[in-house]
């Protein structure tokens, strides 16, 4: 079974960044994506990279998110700029085999732990 290691949370204020690291044991998987869970709400997709592929952003954070993988070091990346307090939540790195979107965590079979990031106002 893969397992993904997430790091790079913690707290900012409103207009921050923070870059959040997600490293795997696998290597050339098809996709790895970040989802995120805010108290009291569903998760919901942020980011998906297909692998040698385009990135797909939720709506919610184009513009402020970027997303990346580094294929030498197994590695995904989230660097989050422009943070708001609809930001925080706990997020989650994924990897799947099969699919790779941001609207379902359906089909994702790989998760990391999750990562704490918090966003005051």
């Known amino acids: 079974e893969e397992q993904l290691v997430e790091s790079g949370g913690g707290s900012v204020q409103t207009g921050g960044s923070l870059r959040l690291n997600c490293t795997t044991t696998?290597?050339?998987?098809?996709?790895m994506a970040w989802f995120r869970q805010a108290p009291g709400k569903e998760r919901e997709g942020v980011a998906s990279?297909?692998?040698?592929?385009?990135?797909v952003y939720a709506d919610s954070v184009k513009g402020r998110f970027t997303a990346s993988r580094d294929y030498t070091k197994n590695t995904l990346y989230l660097q989050m700029n422009g943070l708001s307090p609809e930001d925080t939540g706990m997020y989650y790195c994924?990897?799947?085999?099969?699919?790779?979107?941001?609207?379902?965590?359906?089909?994702?079979?790989?998760w990391g732990q999750g990562t704490q990031v918090t966003v005051s106002s």
């Open positions: 696998a290597t050339s998987l098809y996709c």
């Open positions: 990279i297909v692998l040698g592929g385009r990135t």
């Open positions: 994924a990897a799947s085999s099969t699919v790779c979107r941001v609207h379902s965590s359906a089909g994702f079979p790989y």
